[in-house]
């Protein structure tokens, strides 16, 4: 299905020509990974079924993949507040973060892992340190929307950390009629970055783990 797909020439970013609308979008995620959700998952992408997304040696690996990024840009200990965007429970948060204080915000109503808040966000408006988002932007229609969500919460000089799936090849058709509408190389993460004032600090991708990360900081001085 070659038409699937539009891809920008210049930063060779890549999107589904089915896009979401808000409402659309709101009912998908309301229940994400209930019961409906997966069936309707399974519908477009059988191969979620045996996805090692839920399999505990792959979370482990998703952090030291995180862990050794911000271990070579970032002193954990100037860290005091975190919020991993979209993050479930909370288990990509890094360890390392010993002194901060950590928040979640999930859509799917899972509650957090010990130690880590429930962000509220009618009522925690705080800045933080360092904003995690991980495997999200993909699924956004107005990816604009949720980077200005997530710059609402940063100040000069936070961090942020954005992960998306990679791929060696074009992405397969039941992943782009399925709710991964956005792909990203290198070039596009760090351009929608730049968009909005982030200076990119770093980035990194892992083929084994399908996972592609950049790091920034706001308004960085060092852009």
């Not at 997966?38 to 993949?65: G, V």
């Not at 782009?176 to 980035?203: K, M, P, W, Y």
């Amino acid at each position: 299905m070659p038409n699937l797909l539009v891809t920008c020439n210049d930063c060779g970013f890549s999107a589904s020509r089915i896009r979401f609308t808000n409402e659309e979008e709101a009912n998908l995620y309301k229940d994400y990974r209930g019961e409906k959700y997966n069936r309707m998952r399974l519908e477009c992408e059988p191969k979620y079924e045996t996805s090692s997304i839920f399999n505990t040696n792959y979370i482990n690996d998703r952090l030291e993949f995180i862990t050794e990024m911000i271990g070579r840009n970032i002193d954990s200990n100037k860290i005091n507040s975190v919020l991993d965007y979209g993050g479930g429970a909370g288990e990509l948060i890094p360890p390392a973060f010993t002194k901060a204080i950590k928040y979640v915000y999930d859509i799917s109503g899972v509650e957090p892992l010990d130690g880590i808040k429930k962000l509220n966000p009618t009522i925690d408006k705080d800045p933080m340190d360092f904003i995690m988002c991980c495997q999200v932007l993909e699924h956004k229609s107005d990816m604009d929307e949720l980077i200005n969500i997530l710059k609402s919460y940063m100040v000069t000089d936070s961090w942020i950390y954005i992960e998306v799936p990679v791929y060696r090849n074009p992405p397969p058709d039941d992943v782009i009629i399925g709710e991964h509408i956005n792909f990203f190389n290198e070039q596009s993460l760090v351009a929608i970055l730049d968009r909005h004032g982030i200076c990119a600090i770093d980035t990194t991708k892992n083929y084994m783990l399908g996972a592609m990360a950049v790091l920034g900081k706001f308004n960085s001085k060092s852009c």
